[in-house]
């Protein structure tokens, strides 16, 4: 089980995560345009609901079971052992939350004053088993350096699940129609998922009285900081929606927030293929100790790819819904402006955060989770009434100013990550974008015309790199590094 070097892991997750990204942002776009606003709000609400319930169907078991199997990788059959012991808690607990979701969702929708979604919560409920079970698969995946394998999993899933929700829509099916395409997608992406498994991994189902690697118990002792962290996050990614239902009303309301929630997400899908593919290299095994400056420098170059993305967000939020969507959803443009230091920080959230996980630090990472979260619902509470739906972006990306600096100083205290140089690289890119917010400006605001926007996405890269290599942030020698980088070899990604 030899894995592939760090270039050909990020290579694959990348694919992995732009395939997911364009099959996510057409069925958006389409979901979008073809329903209604409430319809729309009652399939995000559905969604909403799914991704909070998720934690009972998976206890902190996928992150925890991925620490132990990055740790034993040069071990196949441990990796195979720990893999097994984690899949059959992860069964048991999926099953048992999705109908216990089924049959309560009724009582959920009423007590949010959205009783419109009990259908399509009781829809998605059924792709609950694959949805958490993939979190499980693609952990396991990442760790031993088989990305490639997720690649056809996630990219399967994805073309099943757009296309599908495409066809019941289209044939009258509403939220529900939408619901279906995505239990469709989870529940035959989970088949393949699990036939992979046993390609890569071998027989899946442990034999009984066969001592364990890891036990059953060791895997829950240390998923127990895990659950606490993702319970907070998970909660975070699920509350401005059940608030803003709560505060506001359901459909429409929901509809305009999660919507520019859904865009800022597709934004940090190149950080998310770099996390899968250096983050397991904080990983202290038999090979050595965590590779810091490979870290680091990942970092940076997260860094400057990221704000490249936030002028436009900051400029054009009208006119990028306005070309997408119409103008179904005037409250839209201004949470995707307040949604812009949540885009920022995001480019590092994912490689810091998993990076801690790796180092089996998670512990420290609770006491965070729950100062994120307060501040989020805290500033929905007080916002929400005053400025209206807008106050759930401002919410989040208050959240993400407490979480990614928290983990940055974990990993400086822990590993001795250096932070000036990225606060270094933070402040001359963010001056970059400044000068393309300018640029951008010059060619119009509001509903520019699409020529406009054309223009701008061609000059935008090349004022903004430009601006980089005037106050010498980027020099001919990063090529030479990030060849370094992708030539990497040998320890496993």
């Known amino acids: 089980m030899k894995p592939d070097r760090v270039s050909r892991n990020a290579g694959f997750a990348f694919a992995a995560q732009m395939v997911g990204a364009a099959m996510t942002a057409l069925l958006t776009i389409f979901l979008g345009r073809a329903l209604s606003p409430d319809d729309y709000g009652h399939f995000a609400f559905a969604v909403s609901i799914a991704t909070l319930v998720t934690l009972?169907?998976?206890?902190?078991?996928?992150?925890?079971?991925?620490?132990?199997?990055?740790?034993?990788?040069?071990?196949?059959?441990?990796?195979?052992?720990?893999?097994?012991?984690?899949l059959q808690l992860k069964l048991a607990?999926?099953?048992?939350?999705?109908?216990?979701?089924?049959?309560?969702?009724?009582?959920?929708?009423?007590?949010?004053?959205?009783?419109?979604?009990?259908?399509?919560?009781?829809?998605?409920?059924?792709?609950?088993v694959g949805q958490s079970t993939f979190l499980l698969l693609f952990g396991a995946l990442d760790a031993i350096g088989q990305i490639r394998y997720r690649l056809l999993v996630a990219s399967t899933e994805s073309l099943l699940e757009a296309s599908s929700s495409i066809a019941f829509v289209v044939l009258g099916g509403g939220a529900a129609g939408a619901?279906?395409?995505r239990a469709f997608g989870y529940t035959v992406g989970l088949a393949l998922g699990l036939a992979?498994?046993?390609?890569?991994?071998?027989?899946?189902?442990?034999?009984?009285?066969?001592?364990?690697?890891?036990?059953?118990?060791?895997?829950?002792?240390?998923?127990?900081?895990?659950?606490?962290?993702?319970?907070?996050f998970r909660v975070f990614a699920s509350i401005d929606v059940l608030l803003v239902a709560a505060f506001l009303g359901g459909g429409?309301?929901?509809?305009?927030?999660?919507?520019?929630?859904?865009?800022?997400?597709?934004?940090?899908?190149?950080?998310?293929?770099?996390?899968s593919a250096v983050a397991p290299r904080l990983a202290r095994h038999g090979d050595g100790g965590p590779d810091v400056g490979l870290f680091s420098t990942t970092l940076r170059y997260l860094v400057i790819l990221q704000v490249l993305l936030l002028p436009p967000l900051l400029v054009w939020p009208e006119a990028i819904f306005h070309v997408l969507f119409g103008d179904k959803?005037?409250?839209?443009?201004?949470?995707?402006?307040?949604?812009?230091?949540?885009?920022?920080?995001?480019?590092?959230?994912?490689?810091?955060?998993?990076?801690?996980?790796?180092?089996?630090?998670?512990?420290?990472?609770?006491?965070?989770?729950?100062?994120?979260?307060?501040?989020?619902?805290?500033?929905?509470?007080?916002?929400?009434?005053?400025?209206?739906?807008?106050?759930?972006?401002?919410?989040?990306?208050?959240?993400?100013?407490?979480?990614?600096p928290a983990h940055l100083w974990i990993l400086h205290r822990r590993v001795g990550l250096p932070l000036r140089p990225l606060l270094l690289t933070a402040g001359r890119t963010l001056l970059a974008a400044a000068v393309g917010c300018a640029m951008l400006a010059a060619l119009g605001t509001g509903e520019v015309a699409l020529w406009r926007m054309a223009i701008g996405a061609v000059l935008l890269p090349v004022v903004y790199l430009g601006v980089l290599v005037a106050v010498r942030e980027l020099r001919p020698a990063d090529l030479a590094i990030?060849?370094?980088?992708?030539?990497?070899?040998g320890a496993p990604a």
Do not use: K
């Open 482 to 489: 990030v060849r370094g980088i992708l030539g990497r070899r």
């Open 56 to 86: 009972a169907a998976d206890l902190g078991v996928s992150a925890s079971s991925g620490r132990f199997i990055a740790e034993h990788r040069s071990d196949p059959a441990a990796v195979r052992d720990i893999f097994s012991t984690a």
């Open 196 to 232: 992979v498994a046993a390609r890569v991994l071998g027989p899946l189902w442990r034999r009984r009285g066969t001592p364990a690697v890891v036990s059953r118990r060791r895997i829950l002792s240390y998923a127990a900081p895990l659950l606490a962290v993702d319970t907070a």
């Open 93 to 128: 607990l999926s099953v048992g939350t999705a109908l216990a979701l089924f049959v309560l969702a009724p009582a959920i929708c009423s007590a949010f004053g959205n009783d419109g979604a009990t259908g399509p919560v009781r829809i998605v409920a059924v792709s609950l």
């Open 179 to 181: 619901a279906f395409g």
């Open 252 to 275: 429409a309301h929901v509809a305009a927030f999660e919507l520019p929630m859904r865009l800022a997400a597709f934004l940090d899908y190149p950080a998310a293929a770099a996390a």
């Open 329 to 404: 959803f005037p409250e839209a443009p201004a949470v995707l402006r307040a949604l812009v230091p949540y885009v920022f920080l995001a480019g590092v959230a994912q490689l810091a955060t998993l990076g801690v996980n790796y180092l089996g630090a998670a512990a420290s990472r609770v006491p965070v989770a729950v100062a994120m979260l307060s501040v989020n619902v805290a500033v929905d509470v007080i916002l929400l009434p005053r400025v209206g739906v807008v106050a759930g972006g401002i919410g989040t990306s208050a959240a993400y100013a407490v979480w990614v």
